[in-house]
């Protein structure tokens, strides 16, 4: 048993596939197009099969996927687009940067957006609503259906953590009528750099995406619209491809991992963050609320050589540079206790299962001190 158990770490990937990453990264080279070449075409299509859209568009992050998607619905100042407040900055800083305003509604048990407390928050600036499967816990949005049609909202899926999770019985990212997936290297579904794509089943608009993701070019160096830079390069795309074909069989073992959690911690101070019901979840994180002071509680598994994950110890809407918008402390009160108290576990690929029970057997014993 190594000295530290990491809550990430690419090195059990490394050992069984390193070859192979270098042979399609030498494959990239004698090809000689480094740039929107064959890898990115094959890749964007293998993706859009695998998540059940028509069409998706590799660009080089998820926050300019969410950007290029709410510039391509027409997003511009005064407009409003509504998320969670628990989430990475870049799905707010993405609306920002469009010049929209975040407006934001609190979450429920599962951590996830509360779609009863949508009422009152839409207005006639209300353009879109940014739906984000935290954790890979799918957000079951069929309720939003009567919002979209009632005012005209274009309903958005950041599943930057949810690759191949399910709602009854659909991917997420087939569901909306956009959706944005990042590649960070620590996803299960992760890159060896940054990478993002954006799924749709609107052709006008995966054409409209396309150019701007190229300078607004669709062919011979001319920008039919004011564009930007923002594209996925065959390296990534190359090893994106040959993970893909791995991503099941990723989950399922991440799912066996979160199982041996959920049947072998016994302290009633902490609690698994509840499935949203009739998901199949994709297990990125496996996060449990702690009932006392969660931040000492992290420390003590990091002196006994156990590193976890927060997600997030502090929300958006509380950070300095959104203070313009004008919240407070106690304006989203579920999501600020779930801030407080959410821990994840350490889960990442080909992850050993002896360290899943040392964990659990330190788990076990600082809680009984507690």
């Known amino acids: 048993m190594r000295n530290i158990i990491p809550s990430w770490t690419c090195e059990y990937d490394l050992k069984r596939n390193r070859d192979t990453y270098l042979k399609l990264i030498n494959n990239v080279f004698d090809s000689g197009r480094l740039l929107l070449g064959n890898q990115l075409i094959e890749f964007e299509k293998n993706f859009s099969e695998y998540i059940g859209t028509k069409y998706s568009v590799g660009c080089d992050n998820a926050t300019n996927a969410i950007f290029l998607i709410l510039k391509a619905i027409g997003i511009d100042q005064g407009d409003e687009v509504i998320t969670v407040a628990n989430t990475a900055i870049p799905t707010v800083s993405a609306i920002k940067q469009a010049n929209a305003r975040p407006i934001f509604v609190d979450v429920n048990k599962n951590g996830l957006i509360d779609i009863d407390k949508l009422p009152g928050l839409i207005s006639a600036r209300t353009k879109a ?37 399910k709602i009854n019985s659909r991917k997420v990212g087939s569901i909306g009528d956009f959706s944005a997936f990042s590649f960070y290297p620590t996803k299960s579904l992760g890159a060896f750099g940054d990478a993002g794509i954006i799924c749709t089943n609107n052709l006008s608009k995966y054409n409209l995406l396309k150019e701007l993701r190229f300078y607004g070019i669709e062919k011979d160096y001319i920008a039919k619209v004011d564009g930007y830079n923002s594209r996925m390069d065959e390296i990534q795309a190359a090893i994106l491809n040959y993970k893909l074909t791995k991503l099941d069989q990723n989950i399922a073992h991440r799912k066996k991992i979160a199982n041996l959690y959920y049947q072998n911690i016994n302290s009633e101070l902490l609690n698994p963050i509840p499935h949203p019901k009739n998901s ?33 110890k502090t929300p958006v809407h509380l ?17 600020e206790y ?21 964990i659990v057997d330190k788990v076990n014993s600082i809680c009984r001190n507690y």
């Open 319 to 335: 950070m300095p540079a959104y203070k313009d918008l004008g919240y407070k402390y106690g304006d989203l009160p579920l999501t």
């Open 280 to 312: 199949n979840c994709s297990y990125y994180l496996i996060p449990f609320y702690f009932k006392k002071d969660r931040d000492i509680f992290q420390k003590d598994l990091e002196k006994n050589g156990i590193i976890t994950n927060v997600s997030y």
């Open 129 to 165: 609503i940014i739906i984000v499967h935290l954790y890979g816990y799918p957000v079951n949005f069929d309720a939003l259906i009567k919002y979209k049609k009632t005012h005209g909202l274009t309903i958005i899926e950041d599943c930057s953590q949810a690759h191949g999770a």
């Open 338 to 358: 779930h801030c407080d108290h959410n821990i994840s576990l350490p889960v990442f690929d080909y992850m050993p299962l002896d360290f899943v029970e040392h």
